[in-house]
């Protein structure tokens, strides 16, 4: 399957340049043409790679990568613009961006750095598959049934219950294989953190970092009788997941 790019500009004729680029070397690519529509789509779909301008109304390109971050750690960003300067290069750089290139970019240096953040994403998975050692990749668990039928698909990130069916992020999707592979264990904020979003942070930021996702999972999970109150705060800890499989 070809990577999926996301390209996120206010010009049209950078999103058509840009996309026709792109798909001539093969990648999927889906345009946004603001902030709003760009953070909507990350939310709703997975995306390995997006280029972003900087300067957009509403929501800027710094404060798409900010939300991106958050929902998405996994994504590498590209950040494009015609207004380069040292404190939008060390903000975009603090926020852990793969590259910044200044307008107009060649196509060879598009695909260039597209390359190479596309190789530093599959190196972080890579990397991060190690949370279990003892656990082969091909023998985690898939698929979970609960106690009332609801099928949890981990490696689509869906939940089915009945005729409803809840998609999942790529960062809610880590957070609830995590919970259902280690139902019971007490996690700290600090573990959390490391295992989904994939850097060290300190303990008293991990709470802040982790509480929006948390918080957005537990709203999907509230549609879903037997996951209703499974994650379950620690007090000055962090989160236990409980909850009953359906017996064989």
């Not at 070809?2 to 996301?6: A, D, E, Y």
């Not at 798909?23 to 990648?27: K, Q, S």
């Not at 490391?194 to 850097?199: A, C, P």
């Given at each position: 399957m070809?990577?999926?790019?996301?390209i996120v500009d206010d010009e049209p004729v950078a999103l058509k340049s840009l996309g026709d680029i792109l798909?001539?070397?093969?990648?999927s690519v889906a345009t946004a043409e603001n902030g709003q529509v760009a953070v909507d789509y990350v939310r709703n779909r997975y995306v390995d790679l997006m280029i972003v301008d900087l300067r957009m109304p509403g929501i800027g390109g710094l404060e798409v990568v900010r939300i991106v971050n958050e929902i998405s750690p996994d994504t590498e960003i590209i950040l494009l613009t015609a207004f380069g300067s040292?404190?939008?290069a060390v903000e975009a750089l603090r926020l852990r961006i793969h590259d910044y290139l200044l307008k107009p970019a060649s196509p060879a240096q598009i695909l260039a750095s597209v390359r190479m953040g596309l190789s530093r994403r599959e190196d972080k998975l890579r990397s991060r598959e190690g949370y279990a050692p003892e656990t082969p990749l091909d023998e985690r668990v898939a698929t979970v049934t609960l106690s009332d039928g609801t099928l949890v698909d981990l490696s689509r990130r869906t939940i089915r219950y009945?005729?409803?069916?809840?998609?999942?992020?790529?960062a809610e999707g880590r957070l609830l294989r995590i919970f259902l592979e280690n139902v019971g264990r007490?996690?700290?904020h600090r573990e959390l953190v490391?295992?989904?979003?994939?850097?060290e942070t300190a303990k008293h930021e991990?709470?802040?970092i982790l509480r929006p996702l948390v918080s957005r999972l537990r709203q999907k999970l509230n549609d879903i009788p037997a996951l209703d109150g499974a994650v379950v705060s620690v007090r000055g800890t962090g989160y236990v997941?409980?909850?009953?499989?359906?017996?064989?």
């Open positions: 070809s990577p999926n790019i996301l798909r001539l070397e093969g990648y040292t404190e939008t009945g005729k409803k069916e809840i998609n999942l992020t790529p007490v996690f700290s490391l295992l989904v979003q994939g850097y991990a709470p802040e997941f409980e909850y009953k499989t359906k017996e064989p």
